[in-house]
């Protein structure tokens, strides 16, 4: 079965540093993976996904995720933190026909 | 806004009843998914339809029922509530091309 999983339950960093939120994947085949973000009472929102190509790839909102086969990692990266940006993040990677497994959450807050 | 459409809001109701929480998809999206939100599980993958059909089964328990309908929208039927199923219930929508799951507001809902 496919799994992520973030070892971070909280990541707090200062405005204006950068982030980084950890997740490693365990998957047999190729990784179709995914970061989302979720706002306090809102819905869970799209950031970007790995499935093929350049391992940086860029997201919404200036983030972008490291996908590094060696060491199973899909770490999520921004160069400068605002703290608009606190909220709750979830890494997932796709599951048979496109059901998402999501990992435990990190939650970042940004410090002003 | 992800263009993913859930209602109610929030739904408080007691042991024992049961509920209908209602899911519009993304125009042109054939797939919806199902996810349960809770602080000891997580986020949870419960079922998937694409075009009417059920294409995928998660932890979803025998009390719980779902189905998509020609117009595309699903219901998620939850029945004997127990208190434990006090969660936040998303619905996602996905098309065949872009992989990513758009995820809605959510249901909160509140078992007493």
């Known amino acids: 079965a496919q799994s992520v999983a973030q070892p971070e339950d909280q990541v707090n960093v200062a405005e204006g540093n950068p982030l980084t939120v950890k997740c490693t994947y365990s998957?047999?085949?190729?990784?179709?993976l995914f970061w989302y973000v979720q706002y306090p009472n809102r819905g869970l929102q799209f950031l970007l996904k790995?499935?093929?190509?350049?391992?940086l790839v860029k997201g919404s909102y200036g983030f972008e995720a490291e996908f590094n086969k060696s060491q199973t990692s899909f770490h999520l990266k921004k160069p400068s933190a605002l703290v608009s940006d606190s909220a709750l993040y979830f890494c997932a990677v796709r599951e048979g026909t496109d059901k998402l497994i999501f990992g435990t959450g990190t939650r970042l807050q940004v410090f002003p | 806004d992800s263009g993913v459409t859930q209602t109610p809001k929030h739904l408080i109701t007691a042991t024992g009843q049961r509920v209908t929480l209602r899911c519009s998809p993304r125009?042109?999206?054939?797939?919806v998914y199902w996810y349960q939100q809770s602080l000891d599980q997580g986020l949870q993958f419960l079922i998937q339809?694409?075009?009417?059909?059920?294409?995928a089964k998660g932890n979803i328990l025998e009390r719980f029922s779902a189905q998509q309908f020609p117009d595309l929208h699903s219901e998620l039927n939850l029945s004997s509530l127990e208190l434990g199923d006090s969660a936040l219930y998303f619905c996602a929508s996905s098309n065949r091309g872009s992989r990513e799951q758009y995820f809605g507001p959510g249901t909160r809902l509140t078992v007493t």
């Open positions: 790995y499935i093929t190509g350049d391992n």
């Open positions: 339809y694409y075009n009417g059909e059920e294409r």
């Open positions: 125009s042109g999206d054939l797939s």
């Open positions: 998957v047999s085949g190729n990784p179709y």
